[in-house]
């Protein structure tokens, strides 16, 4: 277990070193098309890596008599979503300028305007693809005669199988059987992404003492999380994020083992804008679009190990993509 929490720490704090500039900076290259299909893999798997590590390591409590029962966690999550290949690549046809072997956009002659090509963009890197800058061919008509064109758009930030997240968290409760739970990173810079900041929180209740007598601990919890990626370069936002989950989880500890589980629904909608500098022409066009992440509903199921007040936890997740979360923290009941 701590060798799977040093490995998850290790893949979110490494430097992507794939390219000179922020991801920010890089979009301005390529087209609203391009983009979004580019960022399509970012969405949902930070969007599935924000939605987890909400259960495991601070189990639920329950209902008291008591007002307020002293419960508490403070601790780190690990969180790495597995990518396949289909995450890593792309492939679209879309309108640019057609371009001369100068980089320069062709004018037609005879109306004075820019000469759109289309361009064949095939199995070309995502944002978690092959970092080197892709050659993207195109053909246009000019005179009556068909031509040919070219033009390097952008390779990934970073290649790799796991999209990971970090995340800080503390657990305070409970009230009758609720408590709350927090996760905060202020912006600072990660890699070639740019600054990542967020926060979220967490309320969760238990359920068990409204049933009748049942061998675990049963609670149900709300959540909902911003995110934003700025560049560093320019000081655009370029990314604003929101996620927000509900879920039922069931909990039961056996001396120094707790065993945990639930089914959640959950939600991500990522807004992107930066200014599209059109190749050729460097024409400053602004741009705006919205993604959802892919996943909607997960199935977990993990552990906690309680070595004093010191607790560790391992889930697995089975969503659209397979996701692992590790914990570390401390728990004060």
Same mark, same amino acid.
């Given at each position: 277990?701590?060798?799977?929490?040093?490995?998850?720490?290790?893949?979110?704090?490494?430097?992507?070193?794939?390219? @000179?500039?922020?991801?920010?900076?890089?979009?301005?290259?390529?087209?609203?098309?391009?983009?979004?299909?580019?960022?399509?893999?970012?969405?949902?798997?930070?969007?599935?890596?924000?939605?987890?590590?909400?259960?495991?390591?601070? #189990?639920?409590?329950?209902?008291?008599?008591?007002?307020?029962?002293?419960?508490?966690?403070?601790?780190?999550?690990? &969180?790495?979503?597995?990518?396949?290949?289909?995450?890593?690549?792309?492939?679209?046809?879309?309108?640019?300028? /057609?371009?001369?072997?100068?980089?320069?956009?062709?004018?037609?002659?005879?109306?004075?305007?820019?000469?759109?090509?289309?361009?064949? #963009?095939?199995?070309? @890197?995502?944002?978690?693809?092959?970092?080197?800058?892709?050659?993207?061919?195109?053909?246009?008509?000019?005179?009556?005669?068909?031509?040919?064109?070219?033009?390097?758009?952008?390779?990934?930030?970073?290649?790799?199988?796991?999209?990971?997240?970090?995340?800080?968290?503390?657990?305070?409760?409970?009230?009758?059987?609720?408590?709350?739970?927090?996760?905060?990173? @202020? +912006?600072?810079?990660?890699?070639?992404?740019?600054?990542?900041?967020?926060?979220?929180?967490?309320?969760?209740?238990?359920?068990?003492?409204?049933?009748?007598?049942?061998?675990?601990?049963?609670?149900?919890?709300?959540?909902?999380?911003?995110?934003?990626?700025?560049?560093?370069?320019?000081?655009?936002?370029?990314?604003?994020?929101?996620?927000?989950?509900?879920?039922?989880?069931?909990? +039961?500890?056996?001396?120094?083992? *707790?065993?945990?589980? *639930?089914?959640?629904?959950?939600?991500?909608?990522?807004?992107?804008?930066?200014?599209?500098?059109?190749? *050729?022409?460097?024409?400053?066009?602004?741009? /705006?679009?919205?993604?959802?992440?892919?996943?909607?509903?997960?199935?977990? /199921?993990? #552990?906690? &190990?309680?070595?004093?007040?010191?607790?560790?936890?391992?889930?697995?997740?089975? #969503?659209?993509?397979?996701?692992?979360?590790?914990?570390?923290?401390?728990?004060?009941?």
């Amino acid at each position: 277990m701590k060798r799977t929490l040093t490995i998850l720490a290790i893949l979110f704090l490494v430097p992507f070193n794939a390219q @000179p500039q922020d991801l920010g900076t890089i979009l301005k290259k390529v087209s609203p098309e391009y983009a979004i299909n580019y960022l399509q893999p970012f969405a949902s798997s930070f969007g599935m890596n924000l939605n987890s590590g909400f259960i495991g390591g601070y #189990a639920p409590s329950s209902y008291s008599k008591i007002p307020i029962h002293p419960h508490f966690y403070v601790g780190f999550k690990a &969180v790495g979503t597995f990518l396949t290949d289909v995450d890593k690549v792309f492939s679209l046809a879309y309108n640019a300028p /057609a371009l001369d072997n100068a980089g320069n956009s062709i004018i037609d002659p005879g109306t004075g305007q820019v000469v759109n090509a289309v361009y064949q #963009a095939n199995n070309v @890197p995502t944002v978690f693809g092959n970092t080197s800058a892709p050659v993207i061919h195109g053909t246009y008509y000019l005179g009556g005669a068909q031509q040919s064109t070219q033009m390097t758009t952008i390779g990934g930030i970073w290649d790799t199988k796991i999209s990971p997240l970090a995340m800080p968290q503390i657990g305070v409760g409970t009230i009758y059987g609720t408590d709350l739970m927090i996760r905060a990173l @202020p +912006k600072i810079k990660i890699g070639d992404y740019g600054e990542i900041g967020y926060f979220g929180f967490a309320v969760r209740h238990s359920v068990s003492s409204y049933l009748k007598k049942i061998p675990f601990e049963l609670a149900a919890q709300f959540g909902w999380q911003t995110f934003g990626v700025t560049s560093p370069t320019s000081g655009n936002k370029f990314i604003d994020a929101n996620a927000w989950m509900v879920n039922v989880q069931a909990f +039961k500890r056996i001396k120094i083992v *707790g065993i945990y589980g *639930g089914i959640q629904y959950e939600n991500f909608t990522m807004d992107v804008n930066y200014v599209y500098n059109e190749p *050729g022409t460097n024409k400053p066009i602004p741009v /705006a679009f919205s993604e959802n992440g892919a996943n909607k509903f997960r199935f977990m /199921a993990g #552990a906690n &190990v309680y070595i004093g007040p010191v607790v560790f936890n391992l889930d697995l997740a089975i #969503a659209n993509k397979f996701i692992l979360s590790a914990g570390l923290g401390g728990v004060v009941f």
